[in-house]
């Protein structure tokens, strides 16, 4: 029979994995983002330049919008991952301080040998 803070060790270990992966790929997503928010400008604006006068300037100030908007939703995309990144460093603490107590129950080596468990596991 697994012990309690070997059972709390693959429970939280993967649930911070799934959290970090999901953050660097967040990361990675926004710097796709911001490239392709570049190329969609580029490309309006020289679509753009064929056109004269003030459907030109109209073309243009819609392309500006278009990259406006595009780098608001990137924004907040890094927002939310910030957020999930924090909630997940707040769950790990609270996680920890849960193991903790709960070698507290226990005594002796067994009580250290816990300890030094959730240290470990919770980065402590």
Request: aromatic fraction near 4%.
């Amino acid at each position: 029979m697994k012990t309690v803070p070997t059972v709390l060790r693959g429970i939280v270990m993967s649930s911070f994995l799934v959290a970090s992966m999901g953050l660097s790929s967040a990361y990675a997503m926004q710097a796709q983002d911001k490239r392709m928010i570049q190329s969609n400008y580029d490309q309006a604006i020289e679509r753009c330049d064929a056109l004269d006068g003030s459907d030109k300037d109209v073309c243009k100030q819609e392309a500006k919008a278009q990259r406006e908007g595009a780098k608001a939703d990137a924004k907040q995309a890094k927002k939310e991952a910030e957020a999930r990144e924090e909630a997940t460093a707040d769950k790990r603490e609270a996680d920890y301080k849960l193991a903790k107590e709960k070698c507290e129950a226990l005594s002796g080596d067994a009580e250290d040998a816990c300890l030094a468990d959730a240290r470990a596991q919770y980065a402590q």
